[in-house]
């Protein structure tokens, strides 16, 4: 098989991808270049940027587009299906991804709960003891987003002894396993934001969820209570931030994902001292990069045999 | 009961005393003007600063000498015994205090995996999804000082689906229960540390342990693996920990206790970007205040009635 990287980024894994894809010939080429060799691929592995009809239509080797990892924004999995060509993510959960996600929103609730920007300020002033923090054990949380994501968040919670109520779109059997005090629908997201201390928002991304999180979830919120997000920037209504920061209606925020990556250099929310950004790293760990190639490396394998690949989004359609 | 509150920094609690010891009277004094009303109290609660024969002695109406916390480094159980005054502290596990601790050892833990430091700096270079980090789920870490801060950071661990390996002085018939991989004796320690990717140190500070944690140590600990100790400053040699990071026997290490707190200004520590130091707030939270101002209160209203109070240190010796 031909497989093509899209994206120079790929290339500081060259020597994983040479061991991992042995007997398969191995490009790496920048987003400029796909157009002129899109024909010589049979897979391509996609980060999250744009793949649509504009390269399928040059692609007449393809066989699959495999996302490398789950957030499909770029991929056109339409156009994908009418060229023939299999659509595949990779799972979260089990592939390390979303235990990856799920410790840095835990880093984030403790961050704020110390309110560790303050402790540095107090360690260079000489004082010990101090900040007096909040410990999550026996307090309750909020999860909005029971997928892959949400699901390992809820678990680590739990082992930290805290009380956990859900909120998701559709109500699943599968919650009542969980361990989760209450779920609510998204509609009554209020009920679930009054009786929680943190807030973990790991909503997907999409129509619905765009600006979901708005002044009037603040509004909800308890008083001296922490945001975490992530999931992704524009689930989150940045003014309503904003203005549930002015107000004290929240007592910070800690955000992995942003409205804009990387943010300009002069935002405010950098300087803020109870704003804490990390720069999207929650994925981006030896877990994940090792999951997601073994994922990955299974699907090449088994479309290299004829056989459908794994976390397909269109092999329904292709099967008709 | 005249209730002496031994320190100033007490006095930010006072409206919370005032709540919780009705029908009590209430002093807070300085350290410095302890001796001269001493002889006032029926019970006094200490911070961590040195009781013993000198106040004893001019202590004509003492019934209780209560540690706040579990740490009685500074309170001389033996002389307490000889003036018929119960020594009490206030047990870490269930108030609060280990669970606090325990809560601080896994944000060190993931500020280490994640290069917290670093991805601040890559922040504001405008780099995202970098550095690449290391998720503590399906690693192992190893626990050092089985007690009850060891017990709480144990069940948060296995929370995050880690393995966890054990070090203790004493073998206990529970530690089969805690879901432990295995467990070492402290002579042990090498074979222990040898499997770990994060190393925890929980030890109680006395004569055995201190500087226990040496040379010898990181000498057997993995390439890449972190350090982080919740425990007290000195169970770690400093030097040993020097050196360990000059010749990159480890990759970093968190530390919310210190061999001098707070530290001088120009401590190298404080700037190395491997290291992270938080100003001792493991257990100064809203928990462990309120548990620990509930179980003083129960040992208050004990010693009122002439019971023996609770997490007694020398009730034993008293009695005979």
Same mark, same amino acid.
């Given at each position: 098989?031909?497989? $093509?990287?899209?994206?120079?980024?790929?290339?500081?894994?060259?020597?994983?991808? !040479?061991?991992?894809?042995?007997?398969?010939?191995?490009?790496?080429?920048?987003?400029?270049?796909?157009?002129?060799?899109?024909?010589?691929?049979?897979?391509?592995?996609?980060?999250?940027?744009? /793949?649509?009809?504009?390269?399928?239509?040059?692609?007449?080797?393809?066989?699959?587009?495999?996302?490398?990892?789950?957030?499909?924004?770029?991929?056109?999995?339409?156009? =994908?299906?009418?060229?023939?060509?299999?659509?595949?993510?990779?799972?979260?959960?089990?592939?390390?991804?979303?235990?990856?996600?799920?410790?840095?929103?835990?880093?984030? @609730?403790?961050?704020?709960?110390?309110?560790?920007?303050?402790?540095?300020?107090?360690?260079?002033?000489?004082?010990?003891?101090?900040?007096?923090?909040?410990?999550?054990?026996?307090?309750?949380?909020?999860?909005?987003?029971?997928?892959?994501?949400?699901? =390992?968040?809820?678990?680590?919670?739990?082992?930290?002894?805290?009380?956990?109520?859900?909120?998701?779109?559709?109500?699943?059997?599968?919650?009542?396993?969980?361990?989760?005090?209450?779920?609510?629908?998204?509609?009554?997201?209020?009920?679930?934001?009054? !009786?929680?201390?943190?807030?973990?928002?790991?909503? &997907?991304?999409?129509?619905? &969820?765009?600006?979901? /999180?708005?002044?009037?979830?603040?509004?909800?919120?308890?008083?001296?209570?922490?945001?975490?997000?992530? *999931?992704?920037?524009?689930?989150?209504?940045?003014?309503?931030?904003?203005? *549930?920061?002015?107000?004290? $209606?929240?007592?910070?925020?800690? @955000?992995?994902?942003?409205?804009?990556?990387?943010?300009?250099?002069?935002?405010?929310?950098?300087?803020?001292?109870?704003?804490?950004?990390?720069?999207?790293?929650?994925?981006?760990?030896?877990?994940?990069?090792?999951?997601?190639?073994?994922?990955?490396?299974?699907?090449?394998?088994?479309? *290299?045999?004829?056989?459908?690949?794994?976390?397909?989004?269109? =092999?329904?359609?292709?099967?008709?």
């Amino acid at each position: 098989m031909n497989i $093509l990287f899209a994206g120079k980024p790929f290339e500081r894994f060259r020597s994983d991808f !040479e061991k991992v894809f042995p007997g398969h010939a191995i490009r790496i080429e920048d987003d400029m270049e796909l157009q002129n060799c899109i024909s010589w691929a049979h897979i391509i592995i996609l980060r999250p940027v744009p /793949f649509g009809e504009e390269l399928l239509s040059r692609a007449g080797n393809l066989i699959l587009a495999q996302q490398w990892g789950v957030g499909v924004e770029g991929l056109d999995v339409e156009a =994908c299906t009418r060229y023939g060509v299999y659509a595949c993510n990779v799972p979260s959960r089990g592939t390390g991804n979303a235990e990856g996600v799920a410790e840095i929103a835990l880093m984030h @609730m403790m961050l704020l709960g110390r309110r560790y920007k303050r402790s540095q300020e107090k360690l260079l002033e000489g004082k010990f003891f101090t900040p007096p923090g909040r410990v999550m054990w026996q307090k309750t949380a909020c999860v909005v987003g029971l997928g892959d994501v949400g699901h =390992c968040v809820v678990e680590r919670l739990l082992g930290l002894g805290m009380e956990v109520v859900g909120v998701n779109r559709t109500m699943k059997e599968e919650f009542r396993e969980w361990g989760l005090k209450k779920v609510y629908p998204l509609e009554q997201i209020g009920l679930a934001l009054k !009786e929680a201390s943190w807030v973990v928002l790991c909503l &997907t991304l999409n129509e619905h &969820t765009r600006g979901f /999180f708005n002044e009037e979830c603040f509004r909800n919120m308890k008083e001296g209570s922490f945001l975490v997000n992530v *999931a992704r920037g524009p689930v989150l209504d940045r003014q309503a931030l904003e203005k *549930a920061l002015d107000e004290d $209606l929240i007592a910070g925020a800690g @955000m992995d994902v942003l409205w804009e990556e990387p943010p300009g250099a002069g935002d405010p929310l950098l300087q803020d001292p109870r704003v804490i950004i990390t720069p999207h790293i929650g994925g981006v760990t030896d877990a994940s990069l090792a999951g997601v190639m073994k994922f990955i490396a299974e699907n090449v394998h088994r479309v *290299a045999r004829g056989l459908e690949p794994f976390s397909c989004l269109n =092999c329904g359609k292709l099967r008709q």
